[in-house]
C-alpha cells in the first residue's frame, strides 16, 4: 500500500510506469495469509517490484513502450516475471522504456518520456528508464530491467541507483521481447548491492525454454554480497582500469568521482592495473551495426497479423499494404531508423562490408577482454561518461545519443556481466554517477563482493 501511494503520489510527475497492477494489494494479502499459516517464504517473499515493460506478464499488457503492441496482454509470463511469482513477490506493475529498447533516454517511449527523480528536467537514462526511476523514487523497492548495451547500467547511473547486467545466458530471455538476442540480458536494478543480489538469486538459473540459458550452478549472490559488505579489506585484488574508458572527455564530476572510487579501493588494499583494450576503440560502431541487423530481424514479427496493431489503408488493400500501413503506423522513429539501418548491413553486397565487419571486431573486443582478465580479477569504468542530460538535448542527434553507450556496450558485445552502482554526486552539478565493474563471463558473485565492499 505504502508503494501505490507513492506511485498515486509522484508517479504523475516522474512517469515511471505504463501500468500498475490492480491486483497488487490482493496478492500481497494472499502472501500475508500463507506466512500466518506457517508457510517458510523466501526473504523477498511479500516484497513489490517493477517490471520492465519488455518482459511479457499474464495479467498485465505489455507494450515494450510502442504503439504496435498498445493494449496486448501476453498469454504467458516470462520466466523471470514468473520465478518473481514463485518467490512471491508482487509485481506492482510496468515501468516506461525507450520503444523495443532503442535508446539511452527514455525519450523514445511511444507512451512519453519518464523524467528523472533527482530533476524532472533530465533523463532518467534509458532504455529502462522507467525502472531506474520508479526505484530511485522509492515508488519501487526493486525492479527488472534488459540490458542489451547499458539499458539497466546507464539508467542506474544517472539516477543513483545499483543495476546489473548478469553473465550472457545467465537469466533466461523466455518472454523478453528480443531486441538483440546475442546481447539481450535480464537483470535487477535497486537502491542497494545486496537488494539486486537477492533479486538476481531469484530470476536467474537455467531455462530449458532459452537455448542461450547457461546450465550453470550459480553460487548464492546474496551471500557473496553480504560477504563483501562483512569485508574489512580487498587485499590482493587486481582492479584493472581499462585506458579506453578511463574517462576520456567524460565529464570532469565523472572523473573526478571515479579516481576517488579507485583511490577507495587502494585504501582497502586492493591494486589498481592498467589495461590496454585497443579494439574498444570500434566498440560503439560495431555494436550499431551488430544491434539493428539483429532488432530488423526480430522485429519482423510485428506484421499485423499476429501480434497488436492492425491498420488497414482506406479503401482496403493487399497484405503487404495492410503490412506497411502497420508498421509506418505502428513503431517510431528510431525504431524505423535501426530497421532500416539492419537490413541494410544485413543486404546482400554489404554483408561482408557491415554486418561481417563487425563481428570480427566483436572478436576483437572479446580477445581484448581475455588479455585483460589475465592481468586483473575485476575492471572498471564510470558507468557512463556523464550525468542526466537534459530532456530534448540529444533527442535530434542519433550520434550524441550513441556515444553515450560508450563505457556499457563493451560487455554486451563480449558476454560478461556488468554491475553499475553510485560513485557520489558531480560536484559540478549535484546529479549522480555511477561506477562499473565487469567481472570475467561467470564471475557475478564477484560484482556482489566488490560493490557491497565498496557501498
Ligand atoms: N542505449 C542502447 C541502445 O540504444 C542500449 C539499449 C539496451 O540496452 N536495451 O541500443
Redesign the pocket.
Known amino acids: 500500500q505504502a508503494h501505490l501511494d507513492r506511485i498515486a503520489a509522484v508517479d504523475d510527475r516522474v512517469h515511471a510506469f505504463l501500468h500498475v497492477s490492480a491486483d497488487a494489494l490482493a496478492n500481497a494479502k494472499r502472501i500475508d495469509e500463507r506466512r500466518a499459516a506457517g508457510e517458510s517464504l523466501g526473504e523477498l517473499a511479500g516484497v513489490p517490484v517493477a517490471v520492465k515493460d519488455v518482459l511479457c506478464t499474464i495479467d498485465m499488457p505489455t507494450t515494450a513502450g510502442s504503439k504496435i503492441l498498445e493494449g496486448w496482454v501476453p498469454p504467458y509470463d516470462a520466466t523471470p516475471v514468473a520465478k518473481l511469482r514463485a518467490a512471491g513477490l508482487i509485481p506492482l506493475g510496468k515501468t516506461n522504456m525507450?520503444e523495443f529498447?532503442?535508446?539511452?533516454s527514455t525519450e523514445h517511449s511511444a507512451y512519453g518520456p519518464t523524467r528523472n527523480p533527482w530533476d524532472l528536467d533530465r533523463i532518467p537514462g534509458?532504455?529502462?528508464g522507467g525502472s531506474a526511476a520508479a526505484v530511485s523514487a522509492f515508488e519501487a523497492p526493486l525492479a527488472l530491467g534488459?540490458?542489451?548495451?547499458?539499458?539497466?547500467r546507464?539508467p542506474a547511473s544517472v539516477t543513483g541507483s545499483v543495476g546489473v547486467k548478469p553473465t550472457y545466458g545467465g537469466v533466461s530471455r523466455y518472454g523478453a521481447i528480443a531486441?538483440a538476442s546475442s546481447l539481450d540480458q535480464v537483470g535487477p536494478v535497486s537502491r542497494t548491492v545486496l537488494d539486486s543480489a537477492l533479486l538476481h538469486d531469484v530470476i536467474g538459473g537455467h531455462d530449458p525454454r532459452d537455448s542461450t540459458s547457461l546450465n550453470e550452478q550459480w553460487p548464492s549472490f546474496a551471500a557473496a554480497a553480504r560477504a563483501g559488505a562483512a569485508a574489512e579489506s580487498l587485499k590482493g585484488l587486481r582492479v584493472g582500469v581499462i585506458k579506453q574508458l578511463d574517462s576520456p572527455g567524460f565529464q570532469a564530476g565523472v572523473s573526478q568521482r571515479f579516481h576517488e572510487a579507485l583511490q577507495l579501493l587502494t585504501d582497502f588494499g586492493a591494486e589498481i592495473v592498467e589495461v590496454d583494450a585497443p579494439h574498444l576503440e570500434y566498440a560503439v560502431e560495431a555494436?550499431y551495426l551488430i544491434?539493428p541487423a539483429e532488432a530488423s530481424s526480430n522485429l519482423a514479427k510485428f506484421d499485423s497479423v499476429r501480434f497488436g496493431l492492425r491498420v488497414t489503408p482506406e479503401g482496403g488493400g493487399t497484405v503487404e499494404d495492410v503490412m506497411a500501413a502497420t508498421r509506418e503506423a505502428g513503431f517510431g522513429d528510431e525504431v524505423k531508423r535501426r530497421i532500416i539501418l539492419g537490413t541494410y548491413a544485413l543486404s546482400a553486397g554489404y554483408y561482408d562490408a557491415y554486418y561481417g565487419s563487425a563481428q570480427k571486431v566483436r572478436t576483437l573486443i572479446q580477445r581484448d577482454f581475455a588479455a585483460a582478465f589475465e592481468k586483473a580479477d575485476v575492471l572498471v569504468s564510470p558507468s557512463a561518461p556523464t550525468t542526466a542530460f537534459k530532456l530534448g538535448e540529444k533527442l535530434e542527434d542519433p550520434m550524441a545519443?550513441?556515444l553515450?553507450?560508450v563505457t556499457?556496450i563493451p560487455a554486451?558485445l563480449a558476454g560478461i556481466p556488468g554491475m553499475g552502482l553510485p560513485m557520489g554526486l558531480a560536484p559540478e552539478d549535484g546529479l549522480p554517477t555511477g561506477f562499473q565493474i565487469m567481472a570475467p563471463a561467470r564471475g557475478d558473485a564477484r560484482l556482489y563482493e566488490v560493490g557491497a565492499t565498496l557501498e
Open positions: 525507450d529498447a532503442m535508446g539511452s534509458g532504455s529502462g534488459s540490458d542489451t548495451g547499458g539499458s539497466i546507464q531486441l555494436y544491434l545519443m550513441y553515450n553507450d556499457t554486451n
